[in-house]
């Protein structure tokens, strides 16, 4: 396979089809991603599973359920940032993106499988106290879930598996290396 970190296009349809690839394959480095939010006491991050990405639409998806802190926090403010790493290669993407909530789509819920529906409806809600872990039943409900859909507006790519690193930016349609 040739480097993608040659050549800007290449480097940028690497991106997207390696975060195709991270929604598709539960394997991948790329199915979970840090998610990074602005909450009520300062930055928050947390890992999310990856559900889908449009390079067409300029869209990455996750989802939560909808009573979390994450869904609080962008609601006062829907920039993130998704963080994904893959050891084996030793490549960062990091996506600036700002995202929209749509919550409770019929069509999402039924093309989840059985098992994903169980973290989409914990009772007492995410983040309340309980007594111990055994207080917590799962009671899946579909209005309870929330897609988070991004809007890509940019995109860095970090190789350390190069010397020296290499790292490039994608933003309002253009390409540019920049010092790692």
């Given at each position: 396979m040739s480097?993608?970190?040659?050549d800007l296009g290449a480097l940028e349809a690497h991106v997207w089809d390696r975060l195709a690839r991270g929604a598709a394959e539960a394997g991948d480095p790329f199915h979970v991603a840090t998610?990074?939010?602005?909450?009520?006491?300062?930055?928050?991050?947390r890992m999310v599973g990856f559900r889908r990405a449009d390079r067409a639409g300029g869209e990455v998806e996750v989802q939560s359920d909808l009573r979390t802190a994450k869904v609080r926090a962008l609601e006062r403010d829907p920039r993130a940032a998704l963080l994904f790493w893959d050891p084996?290669?030793?490549v960062q993407i990091r996506l600036s993106v700002e995202m929209r909530m749509i919550a409770s789509d019929p069509a999402r819920w039924r093309d989840m499988p059985e098992a994903a529906r169980l973290n989409y409806g914990t009772d007492p809600a995410p983040g309340t106290p309980v007594g111990a872990p055994e207080d917590v039943t799962r009671t899946p409900d579909p209005a309870?879930?929330?897609?988070?859909?991004?809007?890509v507006r940019r995109i860095e790519a970090l190789s350390l598996a190069h010397d020296p690193h290499r790292r490039a930016v994608f933003e309002g349609g253009a390409g540019r290396w920049v010092a790692p």
């Open positions: 480097d993608p970190f040659r998610l990074a939010t602005s909450g009520a006491a300062g930055p928050e991050a084996e290669t030793q309870r879930h929330v897609a988070l859909v991004g809007r």
